[in-house]
């Protein structure tokens, strides 16, 4: 999971493990139970969502072939229907992670030993289907490895309807990382790679892009028109974790959002014979308050990303590709971090790119490669912070990855990621020698779901 760290303006200093830390996105067995339908049907690999997965999730997670408690109410008492069996569900996931040369000591990625275990990596568990009628969830709740202890992870509860005879179907929706309500894995909850390091460092991220991750609560409405056209908007507040509430003054505080921050989602999806392709676009604002341990300063850091996105999918008989990609743009202006001594310039830019693919061999197998670039301002305040920054976020590198289904619910991966340019540099990244290769990375991992 993703932690907002000690500010946003040095969280966006600081290198987040594995392009974002390791990826929250399961496929939830409890569904299968509910629906009475094989994993396959809403997944190809999982986490990944075939386009009966996407209608499943905009309908609230409410399709369900189980046995149901039900009253039609009266004299009074509102509806009841709730399935027999609580929908309930497990994840185990463990790694091996090894570096191409250890990080140095003082790294916050530092460690005595190359080729580290982790048994879990994460251990999750769901709670994920039909609430009542027009209602359902996927909440889940996972212990993580470094942190050693258990808390709240993506969540996203939802009411879902239709109307014109089942042309629009139309929702609200709760929850606590932007873009997890998304149907499609080119946007940031939910995407590429699906699984990864946490113990390895990545390039910086957007706010849109994990940022945010379990430390803000948000509402919003979406619909999806005609299977053709689909747009959300949803209005987030901060509400971190382990932090009490209101949150402290002081230089520990974490930076917060000062009113709502506005998230926007707009795409179009459309098939063509064996093809699918998706094109859309999304965003998100908002005005920061740097901790008050950053004093003196006056007003707040604002921050507007917008994105575009794609999904490509096409059918080999058995077999299947599908190519994902996305750019964000992030402009910060930044004159309380500047004022507080936090940042060197009023104003910066941030870019990430990233695209991927995956060809799955039938249901069993899949072989994955992706690019990412990230590129910004130069800033000697802003990214001095973590890791050997040298005042420049620029990083390139790529992931190559092969998967291995034995059973519907069971996976087992190979990932190795290179990086060409870390930190503005393709050697001596950090001035005491560590070149960007350095940080390659070999990631062997098993997931279970039950």
Same mark, same amino acid.
């Given at each position: 999971m993703s932690i907002l760290s000690r500010s946003i303006t040095l969280g966006l200093g600081l290198s987040a493990a594995a392009l974002g830390f390791s990826q929250s996105a399961w496929a939830v067995p409890s569904f299968a139970r509910q629906t009475g339908l094989a994993c396959a049907a809403c997944h190809t690999t999982y986490p990944e969502l075939t386009a009966f997965g996407r209608l499943f999730k905009l309908n609230g997670y409410t399709l369900t072939g189980l046995q149901q408690v039900q009253s039609s109410g009266g004299q009074g008492l509102p509806e009841l229907k709730i399935n027999e069996i609580p929908p309930f569900s497990a994840m185990f996931q463990t790694s091996v992670t090894h570096m191409k040369e250890e990080m140095p000591p003082g790294s916050p990625y530092y460690n005595s030993q190359n080729n580290n275990v982790e048994f879990p990596q994460q251990m999750s568990f769901f709670f994920a289907g039909e609430m009542s009628p027009h209602m359902g969830s996927f909440i889940q709740f996972t212990y993580d490895h470094q942190q050693d202890h258990f808390s709240i992870d993506n969540t996203d509860i939802r009411y879902a309807n239709q109307a014109m005879g089942g042309n629009l179907i139309y929702g609200l929706d709760m929850n606590n990382n932007p873009s997890v309500e998304d149907p499609w894995q080119s946007t940031p909850a939910w995407g590429y790679p699906f699984a990864s390091s946490d113990l390895t460092p990545g390039p910086v991220a957007s706010l849109v892009d994990g940022t945010f991750a379990q430390q803000v609560a948000g509402l919003g409405a979406y619909a999806m028109w005609n299977n053709l056209v689909y747009g959300d908007f949803h209005l987030y507040r901060s509400e971190q974790q382990g932090v009490s509430q209101p949150y402290p003054l002081g230089p520990t505080? $974490?930076? *917060?959002?000062?009113?709502?921050? %506005?998230?926007?989602? +707009?795409? @179009?999806?459309?098939?063509? #014979?064996?093809?699918?392709?998706?094109? #859309? *676009?999304?965003?998100?604002?908002?005005?920061? *308050? %740097?901790?008050?341990?950053?004093? %003196?300063?006056?007003?707040?850091?604002?921050? @507007?990303?917008?994105?575009?996105?794609?999904?490509?999918?096409? $059918?080999?008989?058995?077999?299947? @590709?599908?190519?994902?990609?996305?750019?964000?743009?992030?402009?910060?202006? +930044?004159?309380?971090?500047?004022? #507080?001594?936090?940042? *060197?310039?009023?104003? $910066?830019?941030?870019?990430?790119?990233?695209?991927n693919g995956t060809y799955h061999i039938g249901d069993k197998s899949g072989l994955s490669a992706g690019y990412f670039n990230t590129t910004g301002s130069s800033d000697a305040k802003l990214y001095s912070q973590a890791n050997g920054f040298a005042g420049n976020p620029d990083t390139t590198g790529y992931i190559l990855q092969a998967t291995y289904l034995p059973w519907q619910n069971i996976q087992f991966g190979v990932q190795y990621t290179g990086f060409t340019k870390f930190n503005g540099a393709s050697s001596n990244y950090d001035g005491a020698g560590r070149s960007a290769s350095d940080n390659n990375t070999l990631y062997v991992y098993g997931w279970f779901m039950w």
């Open positions: 505080a $974490n930076s *917060t959002i000062s009113g709502v921050a %506005p998230y926007w989602r +707009l795409a @179009l999806q459309h098939n063509f #014979g064996e093809n699918y392709i998706e094109v #859309g *676009t999304y965003g998100m604002a908002a005005d920061m *308050t %740097p901790p008050s341990g950053a004093l %003196p300063y006056s007003g707040r850091d604002k921050y @507007l990303d917008t994105a575009l996105d794609a999904q490509y999918e096409r $059918n080999f008989g058995e077999n299947s @590709l599908v190519v994902r990609t996305t750019y964000i743009h992030e402009k910060q202006s +930044l004159d309380a971090s500047q004022a #507080g001594g936090l940042a *060197t310039n009023s104003s $910066n830019t941030l870019n990430t790119f990233r695209i």
